[in-house]
């Protein structure tokens, strides 16, 4: 069974690498992706917040939002077109910044392609592409965008997924930044997984950053499903001189 047309991704791909560069930003979404997506005709709404208690008190860039005790929040949306397609939509992405203030920081679109029913399979895979419209303070560019493929797999009670992603900033083929995320999860029981995620920046695929300047946080994190809500909660930690600290994830999430 075809998933996607057969012009259609490659298409969006090359389309998305033609013109990319790397600016270091911050994050408002911290999750791997393991190709679930709404059922036809449902909406969800994932509920982000990222809260620093440790971090860099430099912006990346000039005018920048410091990262040291700032949180990273938005409110994505999205609709199950059809078994395998999801389109969605970030707003509005804000930040509150260490003295207080309430920020905008823009918004994205979304569209995810993947495997049909793939917590039901052992090996599922999928792609989603996302465009985002940034204000001056969330990035040094207006317009940014990312590929994200997903490979997974549901072993027993154990999942192991690896998100292969490049980011640009529509400034050259050679300065996509290769950020890479993985995830291992075991399942307690129905409601409950417990995971292991680690997010990485290895800088431009054209020529990696030195180990030391690269960013690689580790995460534990917890899952647990009620009536109501999914809840995803994480804490991460740094694991070089590059990376923020301390980083607290949590998601709420409803189908409806």
Do not use: C
């Amino acid at each position: 069974m075809r998933i996607i047309p057969r012009a259609g991704p490659y298409f969006i791909v090359l389309f998305f690498l033609g013109h990319a560069s790397f600016v270091p930003a911050q994050t408002d979404e911290i999750q791997v992706y393991d190709a679930a997506i709404a059922p036809t005709g449902t909406t969800s709404l994932n509920l982000h917040n990222n809260y620093t208690p440790g971090g860099s008190a430099t912006p990346a860039f000039a005018g920048g939002i410091v990262a040291d005790h700032s949180l990273n929040g938005v409110a994505e949306w999205a609709y199950g077109v059809t078994p395998w397609f999801e389109g969605g939509l970030y707003f509005p992405l804000y930040s509150i910044t260490r003295d207080g203030s309430v920020v905008y920081d823009g918004f994205k679109l979304r569209t995810l392609f993947v495997t049909p029913a793939a917590a039901m399979r052992a090996l599922f895979y999928g792609v989603n592409f996302e465009f985002s419209f940034n204000t001056a303070h969330w990035d040094a560019r207006s317009y940014t965008s990312e590929i994200r493929g997903i490979v997974g797999m549901h072993l027993g009670r154990f999942d192991f997924i690896v998100n292969p992603i490049v980011d640009n900033s529509w400034n050259g083929f050679s300065k996509l930044e290769f950020v890479p995320e993985t995830r291992v999860a075991m399942a307690v029981s129905d409601r409950y997984k417990v995971a292991l995620e680690e997010y990485a920046d290895f800088g431009s695929i054209s020529r990696f950053l030195p180990a030391a300047r690269q960013s690689h946080q580790l995460f534990g994190v917890v899952d647990f499903h009620t009536r109501a809500v999914d809840i995803e909660f994480g804490v991460g930690a740094g694991l070089t001189g590059a990376s923020d600290h301390r980083v607290i994830k949590l998601i709420l999430s409803r189908d409806w």
